[in-house]
């Protein structure tokens, strides 16, 4: 199972990025996560698509949305970003038990 995740930049605060995830992997993909680890801080959860629905953590939501983009593909769109987004962000599914991660595309959020 790989993961690979783009759509990283640079952006001034106030704009927008999206990022996306693509699997390869033979299983199939039912709940697909969008985590970020900030400078000296620890990694964070900050959003997840499952059969159920989505949910965020409280400081993205009204700003964020992720979505599933087919079978094994799902992105973060990211509006009036924040310097306090400025993070890696990495996607992650878990797969029969076992977490596998992106390799994480750098977000900064800089005037």
């Known amino acids: 199972v790989q993961l690979q995740a783009s759509g990283?930049?640079?952006?001034?605060?106030?704009?927008s990025l999206r990022l996306?995830?693509?699997a390869e992997t033979p299983?199939?993909?039912n709940t697909m996560y969008w985590y970020r680890q900030a400078p000296g801080k620890q990694r964070e959860w900050v959003a997840v698509i499952h059969i159920?629905?989505?949910d965020y953590?409280?400081?993205v939501k009204g700003r964020f949305t992720i979505?599933?983009?087919g079978a094994k593909k799902w992105s973060l769109q990211m509006n009036s970003l924040k310097p306090e987004d400025t993070a890696v962000y990495y996607c992650n599914t878990v797969i029969?038990?076992?977490?596998?991660?992106?390799q994480g595309t750098l977000v900064t959020v800089s005037s």
Not at 8 to 15: I, K, N, R, S, T
């Open 52 to 54: 159920l629905g989505t």
């Open 96 to 102: 029969r038990g076992t977490d596998f991660w992106g």
């Open 20 to 22: 996306s995830c693509v």
């Open 57 to 59: 953590i409280e400081s």
């Open 27 to 29: 299983f199939t993909v």
């Open 8 to 15: 990283g930049g640079l952006v001034q605060p106030g704009e």
């Open 67 to 69: 979505s599933r983009d």
